[in-house]
């Protein structure tokens, strides 16, 4: 089994629907974070949490709002999708301490907008 | 601000030749830096890291990268390319905080 798992892979909506991504990890990892890949893009942060008490907002936050329900879940939520959210959607954890360590990634959730 | 710049979009090899990935970033302290490697349909896996020490770091499945504080690079390579080898790579830093910044991605396709 994964370590982040990713729920759902795919999903196909309509504009204004509200959708829910969610992430779950078994890696006992305090911090985690969710990212939106678009081609020629790369990966951008929309929100990341250090522990269940601190959520964060990243670079492209608008749009999204996330709840960090227990330490090993952290869920992404679009209240009202709109085409331009059509992405790839990655969930990822990190160890928790003061030096920056490696990132550990779902296999993602392609979501597509019409 | 920190960032990171991946000037090739896309890069073709042949099968076995050499390969080196370019990844150049701006931060203002001592970066952390990484590599990383999507496949088709997967999430992203770590290649190799830099924290510090030896400038010339290794990774899994036979590639290496080597850090240049005074181009601000940290270019991927690796000396004979498989076609299992065909994915997208990101270079990424990483700030003091666990704050991470991705380059935009380099597109390998390797042809036999």
């Known amino acids: 089994d994964a370590d982040v798992t990713q729920t759902p892979r795919n999903r196909i909506t309509k504009t204004g629907k509200r959708i829910m991504l969610e992430c779950s990890q078994t890696?006992?990892?305090?911090?985690m974070y969710w990212y939106r890949q678009d081609p020629g893009l790369g990966l951008r942060l929309i929100y990341y949490s250090f522990d269940v008490k601190d959520i964060n907002k990243g670079e492209i936050s608008d749009g999204y709002s996330v709840s960090r329900q227990a330490q090993a879940k952290f869920s992404l939520s679009l209240e009202s999708a709109i085409p331009n959210q059509t992405a790839l959607y990655f969930c990822a954890t990190s160890i928790s301490g003061s030096y920056t360590g490696e990132l550990f990634f779902g296999e993602g959730s392609r979501l597509t907008v019409l | 601000a920190q960032s990171v710049t991946q000037p090739d979009i896309h890069i073709t090899v042949s099968e076995g030749a050499s390969l080196e990935l370019r990844c150049n970033y701006s931060y203002g302290a001592t970066p952390y830096l990484f590599w990383y490697v999507q496949s088709p349909g997967q999430g992203l896996q770590l290649l190799l890291k830099y924290f510090s020490g030896d400038t010339l770091v290794q990774g899994i499945k036979g590639f290496e990268a080597e850090f240049k504080r005074s181009q601000s690079s940290f270019n991927l390579r690796k000396p004979s390319v498989h076609w299992s080898d065909a994915a997208e790579y990101f270079c990424a830093v990483g700030a003091w905080g666990n704050q991470f910044y991705f380059g935009t991605g380099t597109s390998l396709t390797v042809i036999p």
């Open positions: 890696k006992g990892h305090d911090r």
